[in-house]
């Protein structure tokens, strides 16, 4: 069974300057989420797709970033404009449904650097 | 506010022995607990689960432990093995949040051999 796909794996841009992340969740996984993931801390949810609908968004700072999950499948995560204060890794995972008790299977990250 | 903490930011352990990493939340709510392991570069892997309802789950070489009226919870790794050698990440999420995720700090686990 293939994994959840991210893609790029690293992105470095300029402050102001805008970037987008892109993922596949695992077949069949109805619940994709978005995590930010900053040095030495640990994830923190920005937003949680069930189907191709949100269902909690409220960690997103909305001014500059956006996501849509696309027919319920794909998702990308985009930043516009960065901050340095963006840097970051995020994680794209997906379950099954959002039960509590649900498994999360995460993706393998990209590394944003903003300079 | 820090609803999940590890305070312990590293470990180190000799293999074969015994490695305790520990997590102490403070939301009430929580009544699923999971634990996670990140390789460098790598996403987080699940590892181990415990629902509120257990004081312990074992897997294999994994034991978690929670102890419900301290709002703590532990991982047992037993023997340690080199390759446990991770960052291991406690991780709650409560009935009425939808499978929302809060994680810990992240502890830094080294195993020498």
């Known amino acids: 069974e293939a994994g959840v796909a991210q893609s790029p794996r690293y992105k470095i841009i300029e402050k102001r300057q805008s970037v987008a992340f892109w993922c596949n969740p695992i077949s069949g996984h109805a619940t994709l989420y978005w995590y930010q993931q900053i040095l030495g801390q640990g994830p923190k949810l920005l937003i949680q797709f069930q189907n191709n609908g949100v269902v909690d968004d409220s960690q997103l700072p909305k001014d500059r970033f956006s996501a849509e999950r696309l027919k319920g499948v794909d998702s990308t995560l985009k930043i516009q404009p960065a901050k340095l204060e963006d840097s970051a890794v995020y994680l794209c995972a997906s379950s099954l449904d959002r039960l509590e008790k649900n498994i999360q299977y995460f993706g393998a990250g990209t590394r944003l650097s903003v300079l | ?113």
């Open chain 2, 1 to 113: 506010d820090q609803q999940v903490k590890q305070n312990s930011p590293s470990l180190s352990v000799q293999e074969g022995r015994i490695s305790i990493l520990n997590c102490d939340y403070t939301n009430s709510m929580f009544d699923y607990f999971l634990w996670y392991k990140k390789y460098p570069a790598e996403g987080p892997t699940f590892l181990i689960s415990i629902s509120s309802i257990k004081d312990k789950n074992e897997d294999g070489r994994f034991t978690v432990f929670l102890n419900k009226s301290a709002k703590h919870l532990s991982l047992h790794i037993v023997p340690s093995q080199p390759g446990d050698s991770a960052v291991y990440f406690c991780a709650a999420s409560a009935y009425n949040q939808g499978g929302k995720l809060i994680f810990g700090q992240g502890t830094e686990l080294s195993v020498k051999p």
